[in-house]
């Protein structure tokens, strides 16, 4: 009996390691930028939206900063890197959504306090057609992360 239980586990394991790994809209590989009080920063991460509905990022609150927003950075016609800012993006169900530097990002506009390497940070994403989720985000060096230069390092994202 106990043998055969065991195989079920074993089963269910082998399951779980072929489907979709995770439920709900999950967040991944978040990290956000250094910055200065009164400065800009920014945070990136994965999303995956692992329900069969479509869901939307609809806004991002911390109290790190006076305006929390979510943009799209991209290269403009005179070869300059802008900024847009985002009512909404879509995540269509089963699909992901990268947050990263050069593309989507979430926007710390006037920090209230100085973000240092090893702070962490907690800030809460709104869903159309899901509920909150709220992340503890550390802060790292964007040079490490790979993260200068294109978005935007004169001091934004
Ligand atoms: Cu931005």
Request: charged content about 25%.
């Given at each position: 009996m106990k043998r055969i239980f065991g195989l079920i586990l074993a089963g269910m394991v082998l399951l779980s390691a072929c489907?979709?790994?995770?439920?709900?809209v999950q967040a991944e590989g978040y990290w956000m930028r250094s910055g200065l009080k009164d400065g800009n920063s920014a945070a990136y991460m994965m999303l995956t939206n692992f329900t069969d509905q479509d869901v939307a990022l609809i806004g991002v609150s911390s109290d790190v900063a006076t305006a929390v927003e979510i943009h799209l950075s991209s290269m403009g016609a005179d070869g300059t890197m802008q900024m847009a800012q985002q009512e909404s993006v879509a995540i269509p169900a089963g699909e992901a959504l990268e947050l990263k530097p050069g593309s989507y990002h979430v926007m710390f506009v006037g920090l209230t306090k100085d973000l240092n390497v090893g702070d962490e940070v907690t800030l809460t994403l709104h869903f159309e057609g899901y509920q909150d989720v709220t992340l503890t985000v550390p802060v790292q060096d964007a040079a490490e992360m790979g993260g200068?230069?294109?978005?935007?390092?004169q001091g934004m994202p």
């Open positions: 489907g979709p790994k995770g439920e709900g200068s230069g294109m978005d935007g390092m």
